[in-house]
């Protein structure tokens, strides 16, 4: 793609956008954080605060009002289903990690994204607790701070997250070499730290959302990793269907070893 082509600038020019929207909207969920916001249940089992709605609604009108030909899918408002028909769309969550925001830890994070026809082509994270942006876009390489991301190059011993049951699943050979991470409470960050080398890698316990997952994609896959199901295929977002199955992100020979264990395969040779 020659440099400065019309694709280029649209990219820079969306990324531009969302960054300056999602460092207002960091603002605004700080004058919840740590104040006790109210607190609703989804569905019984889902909280949502009223800082996800505020961040929501401030994202939506800004964002949209620049882009009234985009799309808009975001945990708190999907609009109708001719908006996910666009060629773009905004792909958001006001607050990922919405549990730890209300008990007031400071891993969660405002994401938005950018797909393009399935595509998640720019992605923005902005983690104010931490001091941390991440932000990248198609072709341009991805960034924490102004700073390039790369994924870990390999090595003899591994540092996997997500839920131990499916770590579990990778063959004992490389258990053996493998350290399982803590909980993170944002899936969003807990990507952006498989694309930091903050971790080798991470599974994704099926019922993901494309919320959760659409501005991460593109960081990880700017720094050199991929996010995808046992079959090798990447998600597609902004689709009928925002609910993902059971997904790894990583890189290399490793990510190969996490697709073969979400298939349910033990091969003897590890990575």
Known sequence: MPENSPHDQTLQADLDLIAAAAREAGNIALKY???DPEVWWKEGVSPVSEADYAVDSFLRSELLAARPDYGWLSEETALAEQELARDRVFVVDPIDGTRAFIDGRPIWCVSIGVVHRGVSVVGVLECPELSETYQALTGGGAFRNGDRLTVKSARDSFVVAGPKAMVSGLPSSLLQKTRTHGYIPSLAYRIAMVASGALDATFVKPNSHDW??????????EAGGAICDAEGKAPSYAGPEPKKGALAAGSGSLLQAMKRALRGEQPEASP
């Open 33 to 35: 954080f740590r104040r």
């Open 212 to 221: 959760d997952l659409a501005a991460a994609d593109v960081i990880l896959r």
